[in-house]
């Protein structure tokens, strides 16, 4: 069973960093795809970033130049730094696993199989 724990985040003022990982456990071979999608109260779920198993990177357009996706086969784990937080990067963020062959449509939510429960991020202004 594929099970994937968020861990890193928590309260940061406007302008303050976050490092965000995920271990998986239980994933056989390496992922295709995987990445970092986030649900902020009331809005709809956005992708935010991904990377493909050759290391090639996806940013949605609201964090380019701000977060940098990273990941360590090694130890089965994925990373998210965040820089330069805004108050409307505060939401739920989910890692996510089991995508796409070179992350294609990255984006939608449904091309990826496998879910983390979530880490809450808030950035106060």
């Known amino acids: 069973q594929v099970q994937l724990a968020e861990s890193g985040g928590g309260s940061v003022q406007a302008g303050g960093s976050l490092r965000l990982s995920c271990r998986a456990s239980?994933?056989?071979?390496?992922?295709?795809?995987m990445g970092w999608f986030r649900q902020a109260p009331g809005k709809a779920l956005e992708g935010v970033a991904a990377?493909?198993?050759?290391?090639?990177?996806k940013y949605a357009a609201s964090v380019m130049g701000r977060y940098t996706i990273s990941n360590d086969n090694a130890e089965n784990s994925l990373y998210l730094q965040m820089n330069g937080l805004k108050p409307e990067d505060t939401a739920r963020y989910y890692c996510?696993?089991?995508?796409?062959?070179?992350?294609?449509?990255?984006?939608?939510?449904?091309?990826?199989?496998?879910w983390g429960q979530g880490i809450l991020v808030t950035v106060s202004s």
């Open positions: 990377i493909d198993s050759d290391g090639a990177t």
């Open positions: 996510v696993t089991g995508g796409p062959p070179e992350c294609r449509r990255w984006f939608e939510g449904d091309r990826f199989e496998y």
């Open positions: 239980g994933y056989s071979g390496k992922p295709y795809c």
